[in-house]
């Protein structure tokens, strides 16, 4: 009752507008602290002396305005106030920090970050490589540590021109498609796919197109009929694709590139590959680059393998766009530091940095089996997926969320991970319509029980635990 009577205070008319105002004064300087549960709607009324209805849209406009979350007969909370440095669908991330009751454990399947307990060791490969990269103090050397070139072509899964480290997967592909597009240039993409890819693309003023897919990767004519929106380059995961762990076949990839070779605007369109999840995949790396080697550009990223701290992957390609993408860092970053250059080949050939990676993606695959044989038996239609994400089909992601917040389990709306436009008249398929997105790196144990509960949110159903 406290707070009912600091609203009213605050106060000016008691009309929608008047109590949102008043309640979002309350929540910027501090007074209500996020995650504060808010009185009934119906007490507010009877305290204010207005209608129910007056109270319900102050509410739905808080809600708009992302200060306060509905959850139903769970009640309404306030928020977590947005970071500043996320970028609009990504800074849906940090409301799950919010979702979660007071005094209730959280189990963060949101993030989609590896487990750290998987990751390989870097202490031994800092102690080898410090002290001989300490007296290095050259502009002039080369952007790549050559002796880094011979582990990265050996991961490649097509033969590349020429190759170069950037500062992480997104960085490559921002860097890729600065080179590539231009102001108001349609870039084909999956749907649904990585949130700040589409981020990226509004920063960068190019248009998405989406092109929907299925079990083996991008629908050939979905592509197709992508292609009439004349693109300066289409987008690609090959494998783990995020969200929904497809992994692209070879037969799959020769179809698409058969399209990209023979449609009159398929033909100058860049193929730019990110292949994020990379060591730990299951999947046997395929490229549209063993069949159009002289407009493929290929990302390959560490982070889930070797450490999201390291900020480091390669990324390769026809020399003249690796030259120029290389010419225009030099007026930035110069490079990407070669003391890390060092320690991912360190950790790249290190018997027991190999063998850590080889037991984190058996891990990984297990961890998804056992979640897709948990989810089938009880009744959810969940094929096995690689990588760390897995993509839930729910009768509701909203109502669904809000289920498994209740019960400490955090997890991604699906809706941030769809494309918006469409260009193909038909975009629906096993992938769209309501969904979420669980993320397999902090999935360590207790899978049946998680799966239950992933289960009874899926259907609408309620849990007891």
Sequence with gaps: MELIERL?????????????????????????????????VRDVAKRLEVSPGTVSAAWHGLVDAGLIEARGRAGSYVLEPPTPWLTP????????????????????????????????????????????????????????????????????????????VIDGVMDGIERALRSVARFGDRIIVETPTFPMLLDLLDHLHLMAVPARMDAHGMVPASLEAALASRPAAVILQPRAQNPTGVSMTAARADELAAVLGRHRYGRDAVIIEDDHTGLVSAAQPVSLGAWLPQRTLRVAGFSKSHGPDLRIAALGGPASAIERIVGYRVLGPGWT????????????????????????????????????????GAGVDVPLADGLNAWVPVADEHAARITLAAHGINVSRGSTFVVPAAVDADTRGPHTGDHIRVSVGGLRESIPTVAAAIAAAASGRETSG
Excluded: N
Excluded at 344 to 362: E, G, K, P
């Design 8 to 40: 009213a205070g605050q106060i000016e008319e008691p009309s929608p507008q008047g109590i949102a105002s008043a309640l979002s004064m309350l929540i910027r300087t501090g007074e209500v602290a996020p995650r504060t549960r808010l009185p009934t």
């Design 89 to 164: 669908r990504s800074g849906h991330l940090a409301e799950v920090a919010a979702a979660t009751p007071p005094g209730v454990e959280r189990l963060e399947l949101a993030l989609g970050i590896p487990d750290p307990l998987l990751l390989p060791d870097i202490t031994a490969a800092l102690e080898r490589v410090a002290p001989a990269r300490a007296a290095v103090a050259s502009y002039l050397q080369p952007p790549l540590l050559p002796e880094l070139e011979a582990p990265l072509r050996a991961l490649w899964p097509a033969p590349v021109q020429a190759l170069t």
């Design 337 to 376: 530091s070669r003391l890390l250059q060092a320690i991912l080949h360190d950790l790249l050939t290190s018997r027991a940095s190999v063998h850590a990676v080889d037991r984190a993606r058996h891990a990984y695959f297990i961890r998804q089996r056992e979640l897709a044989a948990c989810l089938t």
